[in-house]
Structures are given as structure tokens and as C-alpha cells.
């Protein structure tokens, strides 16, 4: 897939997720072949741009290209503005969403509560694209709840634009995540217009990945939740798709070998005080389904430093293959 001057590797997008998506599991999902990462969302206000938290989530030093961060807000002005502060500090790719369903995104009618205004998505677009010289992606929902669903008249405002791909998660504002996703509205969207489409939305395996890319036509899929604790999935359907063979998952020693490492990455990025808070939910993904797991996770959670949350980690792990030795 091709936006604008960027030749993605493969048909493959980590999904934008606040608290999730930061530059060590950005980084972490792309070296398991993500073509695509889209970064914590950065508030159009830009009272917020000193802050502490917006600076680290402009910090792209090492990532690999291209680099995208994403925007939210209601003001055109104010959208235009964020765009450009963005690209002044590296980002190469700008995605605005009105995806998100959460109320308080910059104000009460960020996000995807937008997409009940289509002209104000119109002008909000237009002074985006218009701000910056770099490709503008946007993501949204099927529209604002099942009785309007209009991703169709949305992408068609974005194409006419000059956005230069489209996301869609196929569920409307009114679903937040409840029930399936569901994927003809997308398919139908990318029956009609030229722009490239990112189809988004409960993918969470290879074979349904596939199955996501043939229905609807898709340029690419966006896996979000599915890739939390679980990074390889992005090498697992890299390989199905090229291959058509399953690989197996992780060993409990790479699984090891991988999650230290992230660990490692977390604390360098945040520093230890906050570094091993994030770490706590992600060491939670990771063990989930092991046996033990709970356990591990209500201790480890009550510990502070990088010492004893890597000391833990080590023993939980050393006692499943330990385990995994006897059973054998
Ligand atoms: C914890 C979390 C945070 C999210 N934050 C954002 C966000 O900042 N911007 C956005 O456009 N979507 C956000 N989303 C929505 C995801 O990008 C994605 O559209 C949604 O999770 C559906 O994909 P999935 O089923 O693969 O998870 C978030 C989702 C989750 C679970």
C-alpha cells in the first residue's frame, strides 16, 4: 500500500491506541513486520504541547519511517495548527481522527461524534490537507450510530479533500466496542471511491485477516486490541498472507526474551516511576492465559521499581518453563 510518497511493506497498520501505542511498542510492533503505526493521538490544544506527556508523544527519535501521529480536535484552525506543529517534529504522515467515541477527546465534539457534522468535517479536512505538505490520513467509524451510517458520504468528503487514506473501524459511535464488527459498510465505502482504505475492527488472526482483506477489498487491515500483549501477530499474518502457512506462536523463551525487552525499552523511554506503571499493564497482556498468571499479576502490580517488576517477571517466567519441562 502506497500513501503518498510512503511504500508501506505490507497490507498491515497498528491501530492508534492512547496509553498503548507509544514509541517502544510502536517500535516493538514494526520490527514484527507492522507496516504501518500510528501513534498516541496529540490534542489540538495546544495549551497541552509543553506538557510533559505531549512531548513524549512527539519523541520519534529512531523510529522507523514513516512516522505518523495522529491529531484530534473540532476547530479547523486549531487542527491546522496541531498538523503543523507535528510535522515540524517529525511526523511524516498526519491521520485526524473521528474514530474515537471517547467524549472528552479535545472537547465534547472530537473524535467520532464529529461525523454527525459532515460540513465541519469538510472544513476541519480541507485546512488540514491545506496546512501541510505531507500526506493527511483520517480515520473514522461507519457513522455516528446504525441508523446513520454515512462512512460513505464521509469518504467521499475526504477524497474530494485530498486525504490520502482512509481508515474505518465498522462500528459506529452509538457501539462503542459492543457486538461484532461489521464489514460490508466498508466494503461497500471502497466499492466507491479510489482512495486507499484501511479496514478496521475485532482482527484478530491471521485467517481472519485474510478473510477481512478479500470481503471488503481493503487496502490493509488495522489491528488494534489484538495486538496488545501480543506483538507478533503482525509477523504471524504477514507470513499467512504471503504463504497461505500458520506459524506457531511464541515459545514461553522468545515470549520471555520479547516482553523483557519491552519492559527494558519502557523503562528507558519513561524513566522507572512511570515506566514501571505502564509496564504493569502490558506485563498483564502478556501473562494472560498462562497459568498462574493472575497470581503473578496481583503481586507484580504492587511493586514500584524496575528491579523487583524484572525480578518477578524473570521468576513467573522461569517457573512456566520449568513447568513446561516437567510436563514434557
Ligand atoms: C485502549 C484504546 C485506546 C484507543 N485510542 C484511540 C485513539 O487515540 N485514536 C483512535 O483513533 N482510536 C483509538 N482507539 C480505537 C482503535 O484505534 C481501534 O479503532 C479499535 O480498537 C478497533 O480495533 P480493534 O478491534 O483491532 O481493537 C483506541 C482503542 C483502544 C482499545
Given at each position: 500500500?502506497?500513501i503518498g510518497?510512503?511504500?508501506?511493506?505490507?497490507?498491515?497498520?497498528?491501530?492508534?491506541?492512547?496509553?498503548?501505542?507509544?514509541?517502544?511498542?510502536?517500535?516493538?510492533?514494526?520490527?514484527?513486520?507492522?507496516?504501518?503505526?500510528?501513534?498516541?493521538?496529540?490534542?489540538?490544544?495546544?495549551?497541552?504541547?509543553?506538557?510533559?506527556?505531549?512531548?513524549?508523544?512527539?519523541?520519534?527519535?529512531?523510529?522507523?519511517?514513516?512516522?505518523?501521529?495522529?491529531?484530534?480536535?473540532?476547530?479547523?484552525?486549531?487542527?491546522?495548527?496541531?498538523?503543523?506543529?507535528?510535522?515540524?517534529?517529525?511526523?511524516?504522515?498526519?491521520?485526524?481522527?473521528?474514530?474515537?467515541p471517547a467524549?472528552?477527546?479535545?472537547?465534547?465534539?472530537?473524535?467520532?461524534?464529529?461525523?454527525?457534522?459532515?460540513?465541519?468535517?469538510?472544513?476541519?479536512?480541507?485546512?488540514?490537507?491545506?496546512?501541510?505538505?505531507?500526506?493527511?490520513?483520517?480515520?473514522?467509524?461507519?457513522?455516528?450510530?446504525?441508523?446513520?451510517?454515512?462512512?460513505?458520504?464521509?469518504?467521499?468528503?475526504?477524497?474530494?479533500?485530498?486525504?490520502?487514506?482512509?481508515?474505518?473501524?465498522?462500528?459506529?459511535?452509538?457501539?462503542?466496542y459492543?457486538?461484532?464488527?461489521?464489514?460490508?459498510?466498508?466494503?461497500?465505502?471502497?466499492?466507491?471511491?479510489?482512495?486507499?482504505?484501511?479496514?478496521?475492527?475485532?482482527?484478530?488472526?491471521?485467517?481472519?485477516?485474510?478473510?477481512?482483506?478479500?470481503?471488503?477489498?481493503?487496502?490493509?487491515?488495522?489491528?488494534?486490541?489484538?495486538?496488545?500483549?501480543?506483538?507478533?501477530?503482525?509477523?504471524?499474518?504477514?507470513?499467512?498472507?504471503?504463504?497461505?502457512?500458520?506459524?506457531?506462536?511464541?515459545?514461553?523463551?522468545?515470549?520471555?526474551?520479547?516482553?523483557?525487552?519491552?519492559?527494558?525499552?519502557?523503562?528507558?523511554?519513561?524513566?522507572?516511576?512511570t515506566?514501571?506503571?505502564?509496564?504493569?499493564?502490558?506485563?498483564?497482556?502478556?501473562?494472560?492465559?498462562?497459568?498462574?498468571?493472575?497470581?503473578?499479576?496481583?503481586?507484580?502490580?504492587?511493586?514500584?521499581?524496575?528491579?523487583?517488576?524484572?525480578?518477578?517477571?524473570?521468576?513467573f517466567?522461569?517457573?512456566?518453563?520449568?513447568?513446561g519441562?516437567?510436563?514434557?
Amino acid at each position: 500500500m502506497q500513501i503518498g510518497p510512503y511504500k508501506l511493506r505490507n497490507q498491515l497498520v497498528l491501530a492508534p491506541m492512547a496509553g498503548v501505542t507509544d514509541r517502544p511498542f510502536r517500535q516493538l510492533c514494526k520490527k514484527f513486520g507492522a507496516g504501518l503505526a500510528v501513534s498516541e493521538m496529540v490534542s489540538c490544544n495546544s495549551a497541552l504541547w509543553g506538557s510533559k506527556q505531549t512531548l513524549r508523544r512527539m519523541n520519534h527519535e529512531g523510529e522507523v519511517e514513516p512516522r505518523t501521529v495522529q491529531i484530534a480536535g473540532a476547530d479547523p484552525e486549531l487542527m491546522a495548527q496541531a498538523a503543523q506543529f507535528n510535522v515540524e517534529r517529525g511526523a511524516q504522515i498526519i491521520d485526524i481522527n473521528m474514530g474515537c467515541p471517547a467524549k472528552k477527546v479535545c472537547n465534547v465534539m472530537a473524535g467520532s461524534a464529529l461525523l454527525q457534522n459532515e460540513d465541519l468535517v469538510k472544513r476541519i479536512l480541507d485546512a488540514v490537507v491545506t496546512a501541510v505538505e505531507v500526506p493527511v490520513t483520517l480515520k473514522i467509524r461507519t457513522g455516528w450510530d446504525p441508523e446513520h451510517r454515512n462512512a460513505l458520504s464521509i469518504a467521499k468528503i475526504a477524497e474530494q479533500a485530498g486525504i490520502q487514506a482512509l481508515a474505518i473501524h465498522g462500528r459506529t459511535r452509538a457501539c462503542a466496542y459492543k457486538g461484532e464488527a461489521e464489514y460490508q459498510t466498508i466494503r461497500s465505502v471502497k466499492q466507491e471511491i479510489s482512495l486507499p482504505v484501511i479496514a478496521n475492527g475485532d482482527i484478530t488472526s491471521p485467517e481472519n485477516a485474510k478473510e477481512v482483506l478479500e470481503f471488503t477489498g481493503a487496502d490493509a487491515v488495522m489491528i488494534g486490541r489484538a495486538a496488545q500483549g501480543r506483538p507478533w501477530i503482525f509477523r504471524e499474518i504477514e507470513h499467512y498472507l504471503a504463504t497461505g502457512e500458520l506459524l506457531s506462536e511464541p515459545g514461553i523463551e522468545e515470549t520471555r526474551t520479547i516482553m523483557i525487552e519491552h519492559l527494558n525499552n519502557l523503562y528507558a523511554f519513561y524513566g522507572e516511576y512511570t515506566g514501571v506503571r505502564v509496564a504493569r499493564k502490558h506485563i498483564a497482556w502478556y501473562s494472560k492465559g498462562h497459568p498462574s498468571g493472575a497470581d503473578f499479576r496481583r503481586r507484580v502490580n504492587r511493586v514500584d521499581t524496575i528491579d523487583e517488576q524484572l525480578r518477578m517477571t524473570h521468576a513467573f517466567f522461569d517457573s512456566l518453563i520449568a513447568a513446561g519441562r516437567m510436563a514434557a
